[in-house]
């Protein structure tokens, strides 16, 4: 009983971060239309400026109010910078996509080799809500729970957000059909930057929960690329509901894997992926 409630709790504690990391690529990709392989570079940049502002005596959970907003400025100026003229140089959509993914790997070597120059190649970490607490005989480390909970609570404002604010209800129809929003009046170009840049920031405040937890270092970030392309394919391409559920499911069976046989714990992620493109490639809630 106690190792299946420590699987169980604990998958489910790191789904919550799967989940976030998720929605920001879900915006990216299902949206804005752009694979960013960049993804876990914006988590990886995040995790670090919270490491930054804690080592200068900040409340490393506060720190999300601080890296949330400067990753949703950089992303945004880089999808309007970069990103939409691509776009609107780009003679159809699948031209658009293909560069977009071209420019995103390039992206992710830019930031991959600042990242190392500046902080090198050795993990870092600091200790913040370490101790334990026990469920049913199994023990789970606080900082583990604050960060499922602020993750779990990002994921609830932002979804009442797209569906209860003007702005949320043109991303929802931009992620239908961007080209009748734009005809309905729309301005797509800015949204889909909105939607790039709050992917950007919910990949940043994932980055700030990971760090709490475990040690960072600047090769993190295509791991949890991975993790969020499979997630994302499992919950539903551009299903925001979809990539909330998909991240706690991922997370339960990562979970699994790794309690049996941690060094199979990637590769039963693209398992699931490849098993997913066969047999089911729209995913749990795409349409």
Same mark, same amino acid.
């Given at each position: 009983?106690e190792q ?10 790191i789904?919550?971060i ?10 990216q990709?299902?949206v804005?239309?752009v ?13 670090f ?12 959970l506060?720190?999300v ?16 910078t ?9 003679a ?6 293909s560069?977009?993914?071209l420019a ?7 930031v ?9 190649s ?6 913040y ?11 789970f ?5 604050? @960060? =499922?909970?602020?993750a %779990?609570g990002?994921?609830i /404002? ?6 209860s &604010?003007?702005? +949320?209800?043109?991303?929802?129809a931009?992620?239908?059909d ?13 949204v889909?930057?909105l939607?790039?840049g709050?992917? @950007? =920031?919910?990949?940043? %405040?994932?980055?700030?929960? /990971? ?5 960072i270092? &600047?090769s993190? +970030? ?9 997630v994302?394919t499992?919950?539903?391409l551009?299903s925001?509901?979809g990539?909330?559920?998909g ?7 990562g ?7 941690p ?6 992620y ?14 749990l809630?795409g349409k």
């Amino acid at each position: 009983m106690e190792q299946f409630l420590d699987i169980l709790i604990g998958g489910l504690l790191i789904g919550a971060i799967y989940s976030l990391v998720s929605m920001g690529l879900s915006l990216q990709y299902g949206v804005a239309k752009v694979l960013n392989i960049a993804h876990g570079e914006f988590l990886m940049f995040g995790a670090f400026l919270t490491f930054w502002l804690q080592q200068h005596s900040i409340n490393p959970l506060l720190t999300v109010v601080i890296v949330g907003p400067i990753m949703f400025i950089v992303g945004f100026i880089l999808y309007r910078t970069v990103f939409t003229g691509i776009r609107m140089k780009a003679a159809h959509q699948g031209i658009f996509e293909s560069n977009a993914m071209l420019a995103a790997f390039g992206l992710y070597f830019i930031v991959q080799n600042i990242a190392v120059l500046i902080w090198g190649s050795t993990p870092y970490s600091y200790s913040y809500l370490s101790k334990s607490f026990s469920v049913f005989g199994a023990d789970f480390f606080q900082n583990r729970l604050a @960060a =499922a909970i602020f993750a %779990i609570g990002i994921g609830i /404002i932002f979804y009442l957000f797209l569906t209860s &604010t003007r702005t +949320g209800k043109a991303i929802r129809a931009a992620a239908q059909d961007s080209a009748t929003a734009g005809l309905m009046g729309v301005n797509i170009n800015y949204v889909l930057a909105l939607c790039f840049g709050f992917g @950007a =920031a919910m990949a940043g %405040i994932a980055g700030s929960l /990971i760090s709490i937890c475990y040690p960072i270092q &600047t090769s993190m +970030g295509l791991g949890y690329t991975v993790i969020a392309i499979v997630v994302v394919t499992l919950g539903g391409l551009g299903s925001i509901p979809g990539s909330f559920i998909g991240g706690f499911i991922l997370g339960v069976i990562g979970s699994i894997v790794s309690s049996w046989q941690p060094g199979l714990t990637t590769a039963s992620y693209y398992v699931i992926f490849i098993i997913l493109l066969l047999v089911r490639p729209k995913g749990l809630m795409g349409k």
